[in-house]
């Protein structure tokens, strides 16, 4: 061979197979080769007993799934470019028009928006129920009732609900049930185990983006399952949309997964100590951690979760401030950075507009005032702390 680019990329040596260390290799690759045309025929990636394009999984791909379906308890697991991604490819796969969807009045607000501008374009419709009673979510499910999705706790206002009897009335009315384990990250209940005898929902869906990340650096999403042919649905559709990930960000998750567990108890323990100290402070009406006893739903949250929680909590702050002065104080903290998301090391804030998350209907479990949820990340909770009073002192007087 005289073309020195030829002989570079033909080059033949290999590598002795034998390596091994503390983290799995980085397989990257859109063309994945076959040794022959018996492989190409042959080789199915479906059922992960081989490699045939980079999109439909390699090495490293394969072995993060196993580890999540592992860590929520289930068999079988899709990765998504987002936890988003994730959440939307659910009823794509599942749903036709005609058919309706029910998401809880807390949700996860892009899984809302998803359903109102995305899904009704494809005839789905879609209600949402107060996540607080059985007897609404009951209501609710019609025979057009095709996917109910549960979240423990609701985004950003922190009710935790009973999962349990909802997941059991999903289970009597044969409707399927997902549930978004983002906040739970495998760590504060069993979402396919969740009464010690086998309950379990059908789909666990968390957003690796937080905890399972851990560093506040990279997008991902998964959905766990425990059947087969519903595993199979979701896969198909998954790799019909293209929904790739990049390799890199699966040896981000990879090498986070053994810290996530003391990640977890750290910021956990940090969130309730602080949000502890919040529920003492005057300005505060209403402090949202389900820990707290007297937050809504902490009885459900007592019964499925131990003692354990994330490191997440709001406050409402009384209606009696302005809006420029929360926002004062929102900005005044030095630690708690103004941002979106959790699970990172840094400790984040933000202000949420009650109309934007519930609209006209506020709740009665809930006081009137200015909502502002605290992530907490990785600092001392002591500064925190320190930071929390400080700002305040400054802007709420
Ligand atoms: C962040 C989040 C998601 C979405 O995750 P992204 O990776 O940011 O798309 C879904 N559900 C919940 C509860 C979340 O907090």
């Given at each position: 061979?005289?073309?020195?680019?030829?002989?570079?990329?033909?080059?033949?040596?290999?590598?002795p197979?034998?390596?091994?260390?503390?983290?799995?290799?980085?397989?990257?690759?859109?063309?994945?080769?076959?040794?022959?045309?018996a492989?190409?025929?042959?080789?199915?990636?479906l059922?992960?007993?081989?490699?045939?394009?980079?999109?439909?999984?390699?090495?490293?791909?394969?072995?993060?799934?196993?580890?999540l379906?592992?860590?929520?308890?289930?068999?079988?697991?899709?990765l998504?470019?987002?936890?988003?991604?994730?959440?939307?490819l659910v009823?794509?796969?599942?749903?036709?028009?005609?058919?309706e969807?029910?998401?809880?009045?807390?949700?996860?607000?892009?899984?809302?928006?998803?359903?109102?501008?995305?899904l009704?374009?494809?005839?789905?419709?879609?209600?949402c129920?107060?996540?607080?009673?059985?007897?609404?979510?009951?209501?609710?499910?019609?025979?057009?009732?095709?996917?109910?999705?549960?979240?423990a706790?609701?985004?950003?206002?922190?009710?935790?609900?009973?999962?349990?009897?909802?997941?059991?009335?999903?289970?009597?009315?044969?409707?399927?049930?997902?549930?978004?384990?983002?906040?739970?990250a495998?760590?504060?209940?069993?979402?396919?185990?969740?009464?010690?005898?086998?309950?379990?929902?059908?789909?666990?869906?968390?957003a690796?983006?937080?905890?399972?990340?851990g560093?506040?650096?990279?997008?991902?999403?998964?959905?766990?399952?425990r059947?087969?042919?519903?595993?199979?649905?979701?896969?198909l559709a998954?790799?019909?949309?293209?929904?790739?990930?990049?390799?890199?960000?699966?040896?981000?998750?990879?090498?986070?997964?053994?810290?996530?567990?003391?990640?977890?108890?750290?910021?956990?323990?940090?969130?309730?100590?602080?949000?502890?100290w919040?529920?003492?402070?005057p300005?505060?009406?209403?402090?949202?951690?389900?820990?707290?006893?007297?937050?809504?739903?902490?009885v459900?949250?007592?019964?499925l979760?131990g003692?354990?929680?994330?490191?997440?909590?709001?406050?409402?702050?009384?209606?009696?401030?302005?809006?420029?002065?929360?926002?004062?104080f929102?900005?005044?903290?030095?630690?708690?950075?103004?941002?979106?998301?959790?699970?990172?090391p840094?400790?984040?804030?933000?202000?949420?507009?009650?109309?934007?998350?519930?609209?006209?209907n506020?709740?009665?479990?809930?006081?009137?005032?200015?909502?502002?949820?605290?992530?907490?990340?990785?600092?001392?909770?002591?500064d925190?702390?320190?930071?929390?009073?400080?700002?305040?002192?400054?802007?709420l007087?």
């Amino acid at each position: 061979m005289s073309n020195s680019a030829t002989q570079l990329i033909h080059h033949p040596y290999r590598p002795p197979a034998e390596f091994e260390a503390v983290q799995p290799g980085v397989f990257k690759g859109s063309t994945v080769f076959f040794p022959n045309m018996a492989a190409v025929r042959e080789r199915q990636w479906l059922d992960k007993s081989g490699y045939t394009y980079g999109l439909h999984g390699t090495p490293t791909s394969y072995t993060l799934e196993e580890r999540l379906a592992t860590l929520e308890g289930g068999l079988q697991c899709v990765l998504a470019p987002s936890g988003l991604a994730a959440l939307a490819l659910v009823p794509l796969a599942l749903l036709k028009a005609g058919d309706e969807m029910l998401l809880p009045a807390n949700s996860y607000e892009p899984n809302r928006t998803f359903a109102a501008d995305g899904l009704a374009q494809f005839g789905v419709a879609h209600q949402c129920y107060e996540a607080m009673d059985v007897a609404d979510l009951a209501a609710r499910i019609t025979p057009r009732m095709r996917l109910v999705w549960l979240e423990a706790p609701g985004s950003v206002t922190m009710e935790f609900p009973d999962v349990l009897a909802m997941v059991r009335l999903c289970r009597e009315r044969g409707v399927v049930c997902a549930l978004d384990t983002t906040w739970s990250a495998g760590q504060a209940f069993a979402p396919f185990n969740l009464d010690g005898q086998g309950l379990g929902v059908d789909i666990a869906a968390p957003a690796l983006t937080k905890y399972q990340s851990g560093g506040g650096d990279v997008l991902m999403g998964a959905l766990i399952t425990r059947d087969e042919a519903l595993h199979r649905r979701l896969k198909l559709a998954h790799m019909r949309l293209g929904l790739g990930v990049g390799m890199n960000d699966v040896e981000a998750v990879l090498r986070a997964l053994p810290t996530l567990p003391l990640r977890y108890r750290a910021q956990g323990e940090s969130g309730l100590a602080l949000a502890r100290w919040c529920a003492q402070q005057p300005p505060f009406v209403q402090v949202l951690h389900p820990a707290l006893p007297g937050a809504p739903g902490h009885v459900h949250w007592q019964q499925l979760c131990g003692g354990t929680a994330a490191g997440l909590f709001s406050v409402i702050i009384d209606a009696r401030y302005s809006s420029a002065q929360v926002d004062a104080f929102c900005e005044a903290l030095q630690f708690f950075r103004l941002g979106y998301s959790w699970g990172g090391p840094v400790s984040l804030v933000m202000p949420y507009e009650a109309r934007a998350l519930r609209g006209e209907n506020w709740p009665p479990h809930l006081q009137r005032g200015h909502v502002v949820r605290f992530a907490v990340g990785l600092e001392d909770a002591a500064d925190l702390q320190a930071d929390l009073q400080q700002a305040m002192a400054r802007t709420l007087l």
